[in-house]
Every structure is written in C-alpha cells, then in structure tokens.
C-alpha cells in the first residue's frame, strides 16, 4: 500500500496522462520516486505548472479514501506492474497506468470479445447484441462492453442469460453509475462472477470526454470488437479504430441500406471490417485461439439474417407465416404487402398490429413495416 498511495497521487497528477506516465516512469525509478526528488526528476521532464504543483501537494486525504475503498470486498487497484493487469491492454500505447476494479480481477486475462452499437438500437440490433453475446459466452470467451444504454446493455444481458461472466469498462469513478438506470445490472454483473472497471478516480462524474477514451480499453483487452449497430457518426466506430490501431479483429453485421444504424456497420465493412451474419463466424475468424476456448456443446445456428420462415415460432397460423414471407427487413408499404400476398388490406393490418406485438415486425415513421426475426 505504501507504493500504492504514490502511483494513486501521480494518476491524479493534473496534465499527466498515461503516455506521459510511462515516460515519467522511465526516468524514475517508481512513483514515489517521483514526489522524493521531484527538484531532480523536473531536470529530465518538461512538467507543467499545475502538474509541479500538485506533485508538491497532492491531495492526500482522496487518496486515503482510495486506499481505503480498495481494502474493502470485491475492490482492487491493479497498477501496470501487477501481474492482475490485463496483458494485451498493457501492450497498448496508451494504457491506462492503473485501473479500479469491482469484482473479480481474475477475469481482466481472460479471453474476450468487445460487444459494442448504438444507445438507441432498433428492435433487431437489441437481439442481435444479446444473442451473439449469449452465444459466445457460452463458448467461454468473455463478453466486454460499456454498460451504456442499447448494445451494450444487451450484450451484457446476453452473457448473464448464458450463466457467465461480463466485463463493464465505465466512465466514471467506479463508486458511482452511469446511467443510473443500469446500477442493478452492475450488482448482477458482479454478483455473476464478472468485473466492473474503470481509469478514473472515484467520485468521478460522467463527463462527454471520458467515454470515448474509454472505448481504447474496451478493445485493448479484447481479441476483437463486433460493432452491433452504428450510425455514421458514433462513439462505436471510435471503438473500431482504436480496435484497428491496436491490431485487434473488427467485425461488424451487415443490415438494411435503409436503416441509418447500418451506415457505420457498412462503412467498416468498406474499410476491412469482417462481415458477420452468424457468431460462429466470429470463432471462424479467431481460429485456433476461439476452438481452445470454445466448450465441447453442440454448435449452435444463431442464424441472424435471412428471409426463411423455418425458425418462425409454432404458435404463428398458416395466414400470419404467408404474410412474414412478404415482408422483408427493407421498409415496405401496407398497400405493398397487400399486392405481395394477396390479402385483404382489412386483414394485413390487422396482422401486421398482432406481429408488431410479438416483436416479428416493427412500424417505421414512414408508415412502412420491415421484419425483425
């Protein structure tokens, strides 16, 4: 703990970041070092003036509140040269000098898949995230992702419904929650076995800046990052870069032209990403290193698009599988539907209400219907 306190002060140190951390430690011997001989280490280093400051007069008592919180249970600080740290984000440029964990550190090493897509998903690209997630936690590879609102709350869920373990990447200090409205799914995420983290001191609030940088740990501990669904312009292809710089595999599913969540999917599709229509094509990619993870149970289908009506469930009538034959995952009108199937308008619509219902179709601001299973 005595070492602890000095690497807690110098991650609070202002205007250093992790990249000048490293260099810091590079000329001295370990942080405590650093507020030792700060007169000679400034010799070596061009430091700021806040930053000198600081160095000077760290805020002592929030670092004590700190080393307390991590005597607490299911609380950790892990720094770069604890052997907790997770390897492949240490081989990363800019990996974040330490990490607050809640949970179990032990999963910090262990296989993983970034699940990553917008905060307002479609229908489709909620269960897409949870099935996926659900099936390749099944296949012992861990599923990471941000806590947020949409994919990545699924892509959780997705895991805890297989029986396993999830790690969450936070933007906040890790004593608080944000959105607050996934402070339960946080206790089960823990209470399952799995891990939140985050770089940020405690008591540190959601700030518009914190979650992107987040998104470089995210893919640093991760073997590859499946971009769910993305809008042109979205926090998710932020992730996929940082994916790409860090020589880590980028998979995106493909989806309706017409959809604007499919843009940024197609756009790194365009640039390289691995197209992906099933998980398994996922584990295909990985190789050797996924069958080493993978569980010796049957392999599932999962199959995530097409048009076929065989995985359409039983309790459908003859009228209402006719209709879902008509009706792709493109929008389509009702008068549309009507010439397709040879219905009545009366009956399509009634129909369409009762699939909307069951989640097999949702209604478009344009008046129009696209499938969702």
């Not at 260099?23 to 003036?49: C, G, Q, R, W, Y």
């Not at 400051?53 to 307390?68: C, G, H």
């Not at 979650?211 to 740990?217: D, G």
């Not at 308008?345 to 009634?350: C, D, H, N, T, Y």
Request: charged letters at 20%; hydrophobic letters at 35%; a neutral charge.
């Amino acid at each position: 703990m005595t070492q602890l306190k000095y690497w807690l002060a110098l991650n609070r140190t202002p205007y250093i970041g992790p990249v000048s951390f490293r260099t810091i430690l590079e000329v001295a011997d370990s942080p405590k070092d650093i507020f030792d001989n700060i007169n000679e280490i400034k010799k070596h280093i061009n430091l700021n003036a806040r930053s000198l400051a600081y160095i000077k007069n760290p805020d002592w008592q929030a670092i004590e509140a700190e080393l307390s919180w991590a005597k607490t249970e299911k609380n950790h600080i892990i720094t770069l040269n604890d052997a907790r740290y997770p390897q492949r984000l240490a081989e990363t440029q800019d990996a974040p000098p330490l990490l607050y964990v809640h949970g179990n550190p032990d999963n910090l090493n262990q296989p993983q898949i970034a699940i990553v897509g917008s905060r307002n998903p479609s229908p489709t690209g909620k269960d897409n995230a949870y099935q996926f997630a659900k099936y390749l936690a099944q296949q012992n590879i861990i599923i990471t992702s941000g806590l947020a609102l949409g994919i990545d709350c699924e892509s959780h869920r997705g895991a805890l419904a297989a029986g396993a373990k999830t790690i969450a990447v936070i933007g906040t200090g890790l004593n608080r929650v944000y959105p607050a409205k996934h402070r339960q799914l946080a206790h089960e995420i823990v209470n399952s076995g799995g891990t939140l983290i985050s770089e940020y001191p405690l008591d540190t609030p959601a700030k518009r800046e914190h979650f992107p940088r987040r998104n470089r740990i995210i893919s640093g501990m991760s073997l590859g990052v499946l971009v769910v669904e993305a809008a042109q312009k979205s926090g998710s292809l932020i992730t996929a870069r940082y994916a790409g710089e860090q020589g880590r595999e980028v998979f995106a599913i493909p989806g309706s032209i017409h959809n604007p969540l499919a843009k940024g999917c197609h756009s790194l599709i365009r640039e390289g990403a691995k197209l992906v229509e099933r998980a398994e094509h996922i584990l295909e990619e990985l190789g050797p290193f996924a069958i080493n993870c993978a569980t010796t149970q049957e392999t599932k289908t999962s199959k995530i698009s097409g048009t076929n009506t065989e995985n359409i469930e039983p309790k459908l009538d003859a009228d209402y599988l006719h209709l879902l034959k008509h009706l792709g995952f493109d929008p389509v009108s009702v008068d549309t539907l009507v010439e397709r199937s040879g219905l009545t308008p009366e009956s399509v619509s009634s129909m369409l209400l009762v699939l909307e219902l069951q989640d097999y179709v949702q209604s478009l601001p344009s008046g129009t219907y696209s499938r969702v299973k």
